[in-house]
C-alpha cells in the first residue's frame, strides 16, 4: 500500500507597507525550505495567497544580527533586500515576541539593517549608504557618469526605439532612476518591462519613474524585476530620492508620495546611510498546508 505524504501546516501573515504586500513565515519556530515551485504557488493571487514578496524571517548568521532575512518574488526569485519589507519585519518579529527591543539588527543577502520601531506605528529603516558605482548593480558601462543614456524599445516587441536617459544606483538591489514630468501618464507598464530587462542589467533591474514636485517632495512609480509594478517600493524610493539629492535637485528630507501612501526619506550626502520612515500593517493570519 502506497503511504499517502503528510502534510505540513505552516503559520503565515500577510501584511504590507503602503500597499506592498507580503507573505511572512517565521522559519525559526516553524523550519520549512520551499522551493521555487513551492513559492510560484504560493504567490499566485489567484490559486495561492499571493503577494509582491515573500518574507523569511530566520536565525541570524553572523554575531551582530538579531535574524537573517529572505525575500523571493512571486516568480520564485530571490532577491537582495526590499524596504517595505523590512519595515514589515520589524513590525512582525515585536508583535510575535520574537525580540522585545529596538532597534533590531537584520542581516539581508548583502546587508545589515537597523530597524527602529516608533510607537505611532512608524517603522524607520537604516538602509545603508547608497553604491552609485555600475558595478554595484551590476551595470555593463564604464566609466561611472552622473547621467546614463539607452537607446530600447518603447514597449517590449516594439521596433520603435527611444533614447532614455537616468541615474543608477544600488541600495543593495538595483535601482535605475527616470525623472518624469507627470509620473501619473508615465510609460511604466511598457518602458519599465523593456529595462526592467535590458541586457546591461545582468541581474535585472528596478525602474523608478520620479515626478519632482519641490525640494522636498516627489512622486513615484516603480517597476519590479520579479513583480511588476507595485503600490510601493521602499528601495525604489530611497534610490529615487538619492538621485535626486545627488543631482542637486532635492533637499535631505523628501518625503514620496507613491500610489499606496506616503515615505519619509532623509540622506546627507556622501557615505551617510539613507533612513526610510513609514508604516507597516498586519492584515490577516492563516496556516499553509503544504
Known amino acids: ?29 516553524h523550519p520549512i525550505d520551499l522551493s521555487p515551485a513551492q513559492v510560484r504557488q504560493l504567490g499566485d493571487r489567484k490559486r495561492g495567497i499571493g503577494f509582491d514578496q515573500l518574507l523569511i524571517i530566520g536565525p541570524p548568521l553572523r ?3 538579531d535574524f537573517s532575512y529572505r525575500i523571493f518574488n512571486p516568480d520564485g526569485s530571490e532577491v537582495e533586500h526590499c524596504g517595505n519589507g523590512a519595515r514589515c519585519f520589524a513590525r512582525y518579529v515585536l508583535h510575535r515576541g520574537l525580540i522585545a527591543r529596538s532597534p533590531i539588527r537584520v542581516q539581508t543577502m548583502n546587508r545589515l539593517l537597523e530597524l527602529h520601531s516608533h510607537q505611532d506605528g512608524q517603522v524607520t529603516v537604516d538602509m545603508g549608504a547608497p553604491d552609485f558605482s555600475p558595478a554595484s548593480l551590476p551595470f555593463n558601462i564604464e566609466p561611472q557618469q ?16 527611444t533614447d532614455v ?14 525623472n518624469v ?24 533591474v528596478n525602474v523608478g519613474f520620479m515626478q519632482i514636485i519641490d525640494r522636498s517632495t516627489i512622486r513615484l512609480r516603480v517597476f519590479e524585476r520579479g513583480a511588476g509594478e507595485t503600490e510601493a517600493c521602499g528601495t525604489g524610493t530611497c534610490a529615487a530620492v538619492v538621485c535626486g ?12 508620495i507613491l500610489t499606496g501612501g506616503e515615505l ?9 546611510a539613507v533612513l526610510m520612515t513609514g508604516p507597516a500593517t498586519m492584515v490577516y ?5 503544504l
Open 1 to 29: 500500500m502506497t503511504q499517502s505524504k503528510s502534510i505540513q501546516r505552516v503559520p503565515f501573515t500577510k501584511m504590507h507597507g503602503l500597499g506592498n504586500d507580503f507573505v511572512v513565515l517565521d522559519t525559526i519556530s
Open 63 to 65: 554575531p551582530d544580527a
Open 146 to 161: 552622473p547621467f546614463y543614456t539607452l537607446t530600447v524599445p518603447q514597449q517590449p516587441g516594439s521596433e520603435i526605439m
Open 165 to 178: 536617459t537616468f541615474q543608477a544606483v544600488s541600495m543593495g538591489n538595483p535601482h535605475i532612476v527616470l
Open 181 to 204: 514630468a507627470d509620473c501619473e501618464h508615465a510609460p511604466v507598464s511598457t518602458l519599465g518591462a523593456v529595462l526592467c530587462e535590458w541586457p546591461s542589467f545582468p541581474k535585472g
Open 245 to 256: 539629492i545627488k543631482a542637486g535637485l532635492l533637499d535631505s528630507r523628501v518625503r514620496a
Open 264 to 272: 519619509e526619506i532623509e540622506w546627507h550626502g556622501a557615505e551617510s
Open 285 to 289: 493570519e492563516g496556516v499553509l498546508l
